[in-house]
């Protein structure tokens, strides 16, 4: 291992130790999505079941197992904890960073370190790298067969065709058949664009076929025999009926990807726009002309650049839109860049001074936000006042510096660690100065804490009125199904309730007839507990 391979290897230890790792369990699962999945782990690993997830003690069909089965092997190291239900992601965070840079080590050299971290620091790969949930894994899985598929078109290596094979397999067991189908669909593209149509008839190989099968099937067979339901509950309604209609109700504007995609590629989104119209433009000034051999390494653009557009187009058609949907694209983002720096560097070409400015402002701007996170969370705003006057004092100071260091002579050279420096420093701050407010606010895993100190033994728990969010987290942090109020259905026994301060007429009206102890207030959620006595007693 030569000494450049080493700090390499350390650098992207280090950088994937801090963006993806460290802190992980410094705020409780937050979201309806984080504590249901980890829930559902939980309860596969306590029966012993690989096949059929189940979740308040019901079948639960809407996503395939992967992220499930990551999470039981995590449980059974760690134990069942807020940490270990993200280490899952954080590991196929790493993965996906670590086949990158080993992709362009051997097909694209000199610029390894630069794709691998700029991969990692992406906002949407930090964000989902954090997070209990499917985005990641899929989004690892599919970057890794894209980059495999590219490693067979141009070395013609069946290996590598096998692996894409793999990983589309994997995919397939993180989210369902949207990972083959968006990689037949960029390989479509980039055969019409590239005019080499028999690229897809040659990526059609049987053995890799039966590769997939092998890997993808078996569970779908399984859940299948075990669940007759299963088509129709995951195919029809959770993919196919998700997709065409807002059964959901995840509804958003044609155009919600556009915004969502830049934000999720910040801070290197301005470059990533310019090295998107770079392939663009060649393949417009060159669509008429013929060419014997092909140029790869124009292609390469123009292949990373459709598998950047083809998540976006996909998703923006479907009236249900989310914002993890499009996390697939985005290291097709970082991937073009690298590229693209390689092939300046190569030409020692000057960048614009206007470009430079975009991006030094782009990337410093989360440090604002990031040392206002506190008052983001608890007011949904940024402050007025001294605190926004030194966070934006900080942020200029970084774009200034960012500015300046790369109209200098070192141009380029230096975006890659310029721009980390925000980056570090963002995350640093949303993890010292945020993490109690977020848990405090979003998670339910104070209220748990706060309703278990005053238990003697476990009783059932009750919601009447409150989010999804704290349900499901109630759910998980209890680890016991959650009974409601919603319909008039109040249980017998005895039991304790939470519900919304403002909800107290509604819980003495639902009780009436019962004994009913008010227990506490959770200030931070604005939310009651109660004690309700069993109706057998009232008799």
């Not at 990526?203 to 890997?215: E, K, M, N, S």
């Not at 140029?295 to 653009?301: P, R, V």
């Amino acid at each position: 291992m030569t000494a450049r391979t080493r700090t390499d290897v350390l650098l992207m230890a280090g950088f994937c130790a801090f963006l993806f790792f460290y802190g992980l369990g410094q705020f409780g699962l937050i979201g309806a999505d984080e504590p249901r999945y980890a829930q559902v782990a939980r309860g596969m690993l306590e029966r012993r079941d690989w096949i059929t997830p189940i979740l308040g003690g019901h079948v639960w069909l809407e996503k395939p197992p992967l992220y499930y089965w990551q999470a039981m092997v995590a449980y059974a190291i760690f134990g069942v904890n807020d940490v270990a239900a993200r280490i899952p992601s954080a590991c196929d965070a790493t993965l996906l960073v670590i086949a990158v840079y080993l992709f362009f080590r051997k097909f694209r050299r000199g610029v390894e370190a630069d794709a691998a971290l700029i991969t990692a620091s992406c906002a949407g790969v930090i964000g989902y790298a954090r997070a209990a949930s499917m985005d990641m894994p899929l989004a690892a899985s599919f970057s890794v067969g894209m980059l495999s598929w590219w490693a067979w078109r141009e070395s013609g290596k069946k290996i590598y065709l096998s692996l894409f094979y793999i990983f589309m397999a994997l995919g397939m067991l993180a989210k369902g058949p949207v990972a083959p189908f968006l990689a037949a669909s960029v390989i479509v593209l980039f055969a019409l664009g590239a005019r080499e149509s028999r690229l897809v008839l040659r990526t059609v190989w049987l053995p890799g076929i039966l590769l997939f099968f092998a890997i993808a099937l078996p569970w779908y067979v399984a859940v299948q025999v075990r669940n007759p339901q299963f088509f129709r509950e995951f195919i029809l309604e959770h993919n196919l009926a998700r997709y065409s209609s807002d059964l959901y109700h995840h509804r958003q504007p044609f155009w919600y990807y556009l915004p969502v995609t830049a934000l999720a590629l910040v801070p290197w989104v301005v470059f990533v726009v310019a090295a998107f119209v770079e392939p663009v433009r060649i393949w417009w000034a060159e669509r008429k002309t013929v060419s014997l051999e092909p140029d790869l390494e124009w292609q390469f653009s123009l292949f990373a650049s459709c598998w950047l557009v083809v998540p976006v187009i996909f998703f923006s058609i479907s009236q249900s839109k989310l914002p993890g949907y499009i996390l697939p694209a985005i290291p097709a983002g970082a991937v073009l860049l690298a590229d693209y720096l390689r092939q300046r560097l190569a030409d020692n070409e000057k960048v614009s001074k206007g470009l430079v400015v975009l991006h030094a402002v782009v990337a410093s701007a989360p440090i604002v936000p990031a040392l206002l996170i506190a008052y983001v969370v608890t007011d949904r705003r940024l402050p007025g006042g001294r605190p926004m006057i030194f966070a934006l004092a900080v942020g200029f100071a970084l774009c200034a510096a960012i500015a300046l260091t790369l109209v200098s002579r070192l141009r380029l050279r230096m975006l890659r660690f310029v721009t980390l420096i925000p980056v570090v420093l963002s995350v640093a701050a949303v993890l010292k100065l945020g993490t109690t407010t977020i848990d405090q606010k979003v998670s339910a895993r104070p209220v748990a804490a706060e309703i278990a100190s005053i238990e003697t033994h476990q009783l059932p728990l009750a919601v009447y009125g409150v989010t999804r969010e704290l349900e499901y987290g109630l759910a998980f942090y209890r680890n016991a199904v959650i009974l409601h109020y919603e319909g008039g259905s109040v249980p017998a026994e005895e039991h304790l309730l939470v519900a919304p301060s403002t909800w107290k007429m509604n819980v003495v009206k639902q009780t009436a007839g019962r004994r009913l102890l008010f227990l506490g207030h959770y200030a931070p959620q604005d939310v009651d507990y109660y004690w309700v006595a069993a109706a057998a007693l009232e008799r």
